[in-house]
């Protein structure tokens, strides 16, 4: 505001800082602050509140030795080949149906896409309601004469993990969709008039052709897909609060019970470390790729 | 050129119509292929717009009907009596005021967390693209890296922030964990965006004297809407629909609209009304809904951007 007159360095420099205190908080305070402070904590033993009583390893001896974490992995895993494989490949596939030059490609871009727009928890809710072996889809099959037909996934434990996997790929795949299609209105005309002149087929185009020109794509997309994975929370709380039994728990439902429920925050801490350990292992080598390599002005 | 030539044939068989064929392809190959895409097309949309479907039509029966019927049959008897409980009378526990607290709760969470966090945003993205100072770019990084931490890993700590504050459990306290948030990809959006304004204008400016925050005012923002509207269907939606946030930083009296919402739902004791459940899950996913229905193409390039937040 002074500096109005006479735009002396300083100033100008003071001005701009002042405008990025709460980027500088944020960044220092609350992102590499309280990251430190939740892997530091997680060498305790806080139970109730927050003490600074190491006992090492042990927390995560326990997480590794709890049968409701081994079950939430393995459902995060599972849940997460399912989401990669899925939403990629059906993302794709209506990305290029879509981009052959369709009519009615706003409307049918609008439909894949509207579920993308609600939350989780009325997704979850809805599929809870279609997947209700009283009223839904089963009661409807049996209704038209199959009586024997079963197919209850949130009411099982052993294909629970894929009830929840269907709402989330409802949900899902539109974006994936969306950035797919980005990608391949991306790729030049001239390589598909050079591919149709040679007589390749349109399918080999997009395998061989196509799809390696678009690995850009692919990479963000990968990553956007697996940092949403690790996050997976309010869906299973919304369709089945981790039942039957812990059959579908998730490890972000572990953290946020131990911390706000169980009163074992170091078990929470140990968890949620865990987490960040996960998304480290999968994202740092894109981010330095991504912003480490180019700094632009 | 290359448009129209590709455009033609496809668009030609569509229309069915008796002009000459204009290639020397045969045309029931492209009428075949043409039957599949939609087909296919049209089985997929149908897939899609089904959830929506069913809630609508739950919405509107009653319980007998429910309870006889089909879900996807449509009502006999139209009722909107399940919209009134779910909006007025529907409990939570022992409050039952239904979901208009959650409603009322949502608007005063996301109004001054979108504000707030757009306003703090495009300041800063305006600073680290023309006001760069030494360590800015660092800072920005630990920014733009720490949208892929997990917020469990972060929930903790914030919790300790707020209550020494005094603002834990409050509206304001959950207005603050939105904005610090929403603070990386907004950053990033607006970042970019400014870049992309020629520098000549922002240094003639400088020449009529102008500091940081007239630039700002009078030429960024100005020139900037488009960008400001898809911070604004980002932030709107992603706010709206937070659940984790919401049930973390607020109090049962101040939770939002999903919370309350899986509240209502999910509560154990009390007969199902699944009528009731879907109108009330109608109404909570109302707001993005409309929100994505009326921007269109903007919706698309917000969560272009705003996919990076995961």
């Known amino acids: 505001m002074s500096n ?35 892997v530091l904590y997680s060498f305790t033993n806080s139970k109730l509140l927050p003490r600074l009583n190491f006992v090492g390893l042990d927390q995560y001896h326990r997480l590794w030795s709890t049968s409701r974490w081994l079950v939430s992995i393995e459902n995060l895993l599972i849940y997460g080949a399912i989401s990669l494989v899925f939403s990629l490949v059906i993302g794709f596939l209506l990305a290029a149906l879509l981009d052959q030059k369709i009519r009615f490609e706003d409307t049918f871009r609008t439909i894949f896409l509207y579920p993308f727009a609600l939350s989780f928890i009325v ?27 079963s197919f209850d996934p949130l009411y099982n434990s052993s294909i629970v993990i894929y009830g929840i996997s269907i709402a989330a790929l409802w949900q899902g795949t539109g974006l994936i969709m969306c950035l797919m299609l980005a990608g391949l209105r991306g790729i030049d005309e001239d390589i598909w008039k050079a591919a149709r002149v040679d007589g390749i087929p349109t399918w080999k185009t997009y395998l061989f052709i196509v799809i390696p020109m678009m690995r850009p794509v692919f990479i963000t997309t990968l990553v956007i897909i697996a940092a949403g994975i690790v996050k997976v929370y309010d869906l299973v709380v919304a369709q089945t609060s981790g039942g039957p039994g812990i059959a579908s728990e998730v490890p972000a439902k572990y953290v946020y019970d131990y911390m706000f429920f169980a009163q074992n925050l170091g078990q929470g801490f140990a968890a949620s470390t865990m987490m960040l350990l996960s998304v480290v292992i999968v994202i740092v080598p894109w981010a330095y790729l991504e912003f480490g390599g180019k700094k632009r002005g | 050129m290359a448009d129209v030539a590709s455009l033609s044939p496809s668009a030609e068989a569509l229309r069915r119509d008796a002009a000459g064929p204009s290639g020397p392809k045969p045309r ?38 429910i309870r006889l019927g089909n879900i996807f049959s449509p009502p006999l008897e139209i ?4 919209w009134v409980k779910a909006w007025a009378s529907a409990c939570t526990g022992l409050n039952c005021d239904g979901l208009s607290r959650g409603f009322w709760n949502s608007v005063r969470i996301t ?42 890993v972060m929930i903790y700590p914030i919790v300790i922030i707020l209550r020494e504050i005094g603002i834990y459990g409050t509206l304001t306290g959950l ?40 630039i700002y005012l009078r030429i960024m923002l100005p020139m900037s ?69 009326v921007s269109g193409k903007l919706f698309v390039r917000g969560i272009a951007a705003g996919a990076v937040k995961g």
């Not at chain 1, 007159?5 to 908080?25: D, G």
């Not at chain 1, 599929?127 to 024997?148: A, E, I, K, M, Y």
């Not at chain 2, 190959?29 to 809630?55: D, E, K, Q």
């Open chain 2, 225 to 293: 809407l488009p960008i400001f509207v898809v911070a604004i269907i980002l932030q709107v939606t992603g706010i709206w629909n937070d659940f984790l946030f919401g049930v973390v930083y607020t109090r049962p009296d101040t939770y939002p609209m999903t919370v309350q919402l899986n509240n209502i739902v999910n509560s154990v004791q009390g007969v199902k009304e699944y009528n009731v459940n879907m109108a009330a899950t109608i109404l909570t996913g109302l707001v993005p809904l409309i929100v994505y229905f």
């Open chain 2, 79 to 82: 009722t909107f009596e399940p």
């Open chain 2, 111 to 152: 109004v001054p967390s979108v504000i707030l966090s757009i306003a703090i945003a495009s300041v800063n993205g305006y600073a680290l693209a023309n006001w760069r100072f030494k360590g800015a770019d660092t800072f920005f990084i630990i920014l733009i890296v720490g949208a892929f931490i997990p917020y469990q």
């Open chain 2, 28 to 65: 029931h190959v492209l009428s075949r292929r043409n039957i599949f895409l939609y087909g296919t097309l049209i089985v997929v949309a149908l897939y899609y717009l089904l959830p929506l479907y069913v809630m609508i039509v739950t919405s509107l029966k009653g319980m007998p009907e």
């Open chain 2, 175 to 214: 207005v603050i964990v939105h904005s610090i948030f929403g603070m990386p990809i907004l950053t990033l959006l607006f970042r970019n965006y400014f870049t992309s304004i020629p520098e000549e204008l922002f240094r003639a400016a400088r020449v009529d004297g102008a500091g940081f925050w007239g």
């Open chain 1, 4 to 38: 109005s007159e006479r735009p002396s360095k300083l100033f100008r420099n003071l001005n701009a800082k002042v405008a990025s205190i709460p980027m500088v908080l944020t960044a220092l305070v609350v992102f590499v602050g309280g990251t430190a402070w939740t």
């Open chain 1, 123 to 149: 997704t979850g809710l809805v599929w809870q309601w279609l997947l209700n072996p009283d009223f839904g889809v089963q009661r409807v099959v049996r209704d038209l004469g199959w009586t024997s037909f």
